[in-house]
């Protein structure tokens, strides 16, 4: 077990730092590690199920498809958002999700986004919001579209539950459920950090673009959706705060949530999980979904 350094948690780069709470391995070499193991996870999955790498949704902007070799015209379809606090393109840490996802028949596809060192924050929204109405209209015959997000990709996947599906001619109810994994759900606490400099928000910018600023339109235009809420033990306090809190905010409001802490995991093991069959987190996404189709 790494022990790490005594901390001052008066210091917003040392409060929000996940990478500073696991005890797992030190603080220096835990995203490094992360990204290797994404990219591992991605290149077993092209190994295991058919695939298209890179595949483009708007401009540059690509997703990652895997799919069974058997796969029926109407299969689900789970949609990945990475993390990466909105400026690392690490989309390969979808295979997490692929390789325990198409197994059971569902088509798991990783987005990416423009970076916060090339865009804005309003823009990278838009732009998930934009891959989902593609992939929705690429899959027509799909039974049900599931979008879950990691860290900054769980903020963005957050905010897709407060958008109005029908102004691009889609059911209100295209999105069956969403897993949202150590998410951030109010940004303007982060704008002190110095890795959010990129991101040039001001704080009125800041509260329009966090999730719980938008609980009545979650409510009202997700009152279908299926949430998970998942966090580790060992995620940095204030992820976990926000968590709970957004999700009573949810459940007040008549939304089905479902709040998940594993004991043990850290911010980075808990996507890291999903690789495996037997992980919580994986077993209640397939529940979820198998659900949904009953």
């Not at 990783?110 to 732009?127: D, F, M, P, R, Y």
């Not at 998970?228 to 957004?246: H, S």
Request: charged share 25%.
């Amino acid at each position: 077990m790494q022990t790490q350094p005594a901390m001052d948690t008066t210091d917003p780069n040392v409060l929000y730092s996940n990478s500073r709470y696991s005890t797992r391995m030190s603080a220096d070499v835990i995203v490094d590690d992360h990204i290797q193991k994404g990219q591992d996870a991605q290149k077993q999955a092209m190994l295991m199920y058919r695939n298209e790498i890179n595949v483009p949704y708007k401009d540059d902007l690509c997703m990652d498809i895997y799919q069974p070799e058997d796969v029926m015209p109407d299969a689900p379809i789970f949609i990945y958002v990475h993390g990466g606090f909105w400026i690392l393109n690490i989309k390969e840490d979808g295979g997490h999700m692929a390789l325990s996802l198409v197994k059971q028949g569902i088509i798991t596809i990783s987005v990416t986004h423009t970076l916060a060192t090339k865009g804005t924050l309003k823009q990278i929204v838009g732009e998930v919001e934009e891959s989902i109405v593609h992939i929705a209209r690429k899959f027509p015959r799909s039974r049900g579209i599931f979008i879950g997000g990691h860290s900054s990709g769980g903020h963005l996947v957050a905010m897709m539950l407060a958008v109005d599906w029908t102004k691009h001619g889609l059911p209100q109810d295209i999105i069956k459920g969403v897993t949202l994994i150590s998410a951030i759900y109010d940004v303007c606490p982060l704008l002190d950090m110095y890795a959010s400099e990129p991101l040039k928000l001001t704080l009125e910018e800041a509260k329009k673009l966090s999730p719980s600023t938008y609980i009545k339109e979650t409510c009202k235009l997700s009152s279908h959706c299926q949430i998970i809420l998942l966090n580790g033990e060992e995620d940095c306090p204030p992820f976990k705060t926000q968590a709970r809190e957004y999700g009573q905010q949810l459940k007040d409001g008549g939304l089905s949530v479902k709040d998940i802490v594993v004991k043990g995991y850290d911010h980075f093991l808990l996507l890291q999980g999903f690789s495996n069959d037997d992980y919580e987190g994986t077993k209640e996404l397939i529940k979820m979904i198998k659900g949904q189709e009953k």
